[in-house]
């Protein structure tokens, strides 16, 4: 099993180590809702996830659930039972060991933000630089 928590700790949560997919999103619904220029999700059955906590839920769109902490912001899952009944997906950056689920895909890339293509390639400082 793997843990998680958000920013301030009020929400814990445990989950299966095997998801159907881990995916880094790039869809703009993801990025304002996180602030992010893109969001990482692993996706399990909502079964294979317990919550401890009671979670915010925001109805971003008709059927999409996005759940976060009411009291410190973190974004932690997203829910749709139209599109994905019985399934829920987990912000991977909430993870105590994000290591553990690797990005395998890209998705929502029709929406990415043009400079993330070559975002690999800028300079990269092991803390903030100085100067």
Wanted: negative net charge.
């Amino acid at each position: 099993m793997l843990s998680g928590r958000c920013h301030c700790g009020a929400i814990t949560y445990a989950m299966s180590e095997e998801v159907m997919h881990c995916a880094l999103c790039h869809c703009s619904d993801c990025r304002r809702h996180a602030g992010a220029p893109m969001v990482g999700w692993a996706m399990v059955r909502a079964e294979q996830v317990t919550i401890e906590g009671e979670p915010t839920v925001y109805h971003s769109s008709e059927h999409g659930r996005r759940h976060f902490c009411g009291r410190c912001g973190t974004g932690l899952f997203y829910v749709n039972e139209q599109t994905l009944p019985g399934l829920i997906d987990v912000q991977t950056g909430t993870l105590d060991t994000p290591e553990a689920l690797p990005a395998q895909v890209h998705i929502q890339v029709a929406e990415r933000i043009a400079w993330m293509e070559d975002a690999h390639q800028l300079p990269a400082f092991a803390r903030y630089p100085a100067g």
